[in-house]
């Protein structure tokens, strides 16, 4: 195993990915990439207590992650790289063109956003960063859980993933 799911969330760490994710598909390790969470000692340590000890968190800026993906991908553990926002994985792969899918995995209701799920809303500038990433060869996914089908970008972007 290695590290092979980056996701969006902006809950960043909470049950569905350290339980959701993290059981099912054995992780051993969670990359957070936020920029402002790198610089802060509190907000670190409100998400380490969210991890289960067996399970090691990393906190990143995107350069700093940009810089340690080769490790983290060389890990012989299953990792998850988790960012909170669009912009901030758009950033990420725009660094790190190698990056080739990336899961949406919750973008929580807040204004001017619309539904495209149960668990996606997004505003047309979200959409239109979803959309550049497509056309840039990344596989855009919405999924919530490993056990749920994923939707595709355009499925979703219809207003058509699960409900």
């Known amino acids: 195993m290695t590290l092979e799911i980056f996701r969006i969330d902006d809950r960043l760490v909470h049950g569905q990915v350290v339980v959701g994710w993290g059981q099912p598909c054995s992780l051993g390790f969670l990359v957070l990439v936020d920029d402002e969470v790198a610089r802060s000692e509190w907000e670190k340590e409100l998400y380490r207590m969210g991890v289960p000890p067996e399970m090691e968190i990393v906190f990143d800026s995107v350069e700093s992650a940009v810089a340690r993906l080769a490790g983290y991908r060389a ?31 919750g973008v929580h209701h807040k204004p001017g956003r619309v539904p495209r799920s149960r668990y996606v809303f997004l505003t047309p500038a979200e959409e239109a960063r979803l959309l550049e990433l497509a056309a840039g060869g990344v596989t855009v996914v919405a999924q919530d859980v490993p056990q749920a089908a994923a939707t595709p970008l355009e499925v979703m972007l219809r207003g058509e993933g699960p409900t």
């Open 75 to 105: 890990d012989a553990r299953a990792g998850m790289l988790l960012t909170g926002d669009i912009d901030t994985m758009a950033r990420l792969v725009a660094a790190a063109p190698d990056i080739r899918t990336v899961t949406v995995g």
